[in-house]
């Protein structure tokens, strides 16, 4: 009996120091929330069997699946206590294939999770409002700025005004330097301003680019893919990164389509020492859930997008179709849309500080 107190004061004592802790056996995806059900859960509405019952008013989509197909989706809370989403959208009679024309539309919603009304193009003087890979950020003098990238060169607007009007300030440079200049495509970009000042690109391709002057650049490549020989994370199809920072660290959640499967890194730089923390997310779980137990398990999930509150991931964002992308012909009863799944990033911060602290002592 003595010894199993003191092994249970030990274990206590261990936890307290942050030495262990049983959060390191979670992964990012055991932190998503059910979903409050905003409008009613429905079957008369579009979309295949296996997102059926949904809530049409969770997110960004055309109900009626009559004009578009949304795609992207970044939320910026707004000083009007709104929630300002960008996105891309493209007609939807030309099926998946049409996401080459996207166009960059803003969207505004009174609730966090939706429903979001689209407001029409951002820049419809500029390209016809052409955009694609669409996300948004806060810059340090408090304009807005909206980048662009796969269909446009990385392409960045900016407005005092998250309601507009968008002035393009111009397209982001790169510095390979001495690394692969291929690598610095603009393809999949996820931008963010670092709590030092300076700005962070992670595109498709896996590099990390950092700039000193200014969100234009020159973004100066660090080094080759962090995803290069990561253990446990794929070697090829990785995809639409986002990149963060909260609880003391660096995050990206970075989608492989081919497996549908997203994964979880770290870094406390946010340039080197990257750590493969395990799964993300996956649709084919449960883990996109509304509050009374409905379950929707959407074909793809990808370009996922985070909601900072108060320095903690509110919610992502995710891009999700509900049948293959081959299979959304256009004019049919299937389309893509802008869901919205609420996360419980207090706690996930917590614990990443936890496994964090302990992993640090242990490096001793």
Known sequence: MNSTKTLIKVFAMMSALGVWAPAADKALID????????GGLTKDVW???????????????????????????????????????FASRWD??????????????HAVSDNIIGPYIDKG?????????????VTALVLPDKRYAVVVSETRPGDVFVSKSLDGPWEQLGSIKVDANGFNARDGRMSNVSVMLRPDGKFEIVPRSGVIMISDQGILGPYQLQGGSIYAGLPG???????????WYSGGLYHIVVNCWSERKAFH?????????????????????????????????????????????????????????????????GNDNHGSKVIVVPFDGVA???????IAKAEKQKAK
């Not at 994370?233 to 990149?243: G, H, M, W």
């Not at 946010?270 to 395990?278: L, S, V, Y």
Request: aromatic share 10%.
């Open 265 to 329: 890194l770290t870094s406390p730089d946010g340039i080197g020492n990257w750590k493969n923390r395990g799964l993300a997310y996956d649709p084919t779980t449960n883990f996109v859930r509304y509050k009374d137990g409905t379950i929707n398990h959407w074909e793809k999930m990808e370009r996922p997008g985070v909601v900072l509150v108060k320095g903690h991931v509110a919610a992502f964002t995710f891009a999700v179709i509900d049948v293959p992308k081959d299979k959304e012909l």
């Open 92 to 105: 939807q009679s030309r099926g998946h294939s049409g996401w080459g024309g996207s166009l960059a539309v």
């Open 233 to 243: 994370l794929p070697t090829r199809n990785l995809e639409d990164p986002v990149i």
């Open 348 to 354: 996930f911060d917590r614990d990443m500080r936890k």
């Open 31 to 38: 932190y998503f929330l059910p979903m409050p059900i905003r």
């Open 47 to 85: 979309g295949a069997d296996n997102v059926l019952p949904r809530d049409p008013r969770n997110g960004l989509e055309d109900t009626t699946i009559k004009q578009w197909c949304y795609w992207d989706g970044q939320i910026i809370v707004g000083p009007d206590g709104k929630y300002h989403m």
């Open 121 to 133: 193009l951002a820049w419809p003087d500029n390209q016809g409002g052409k955009g694609h890979n």
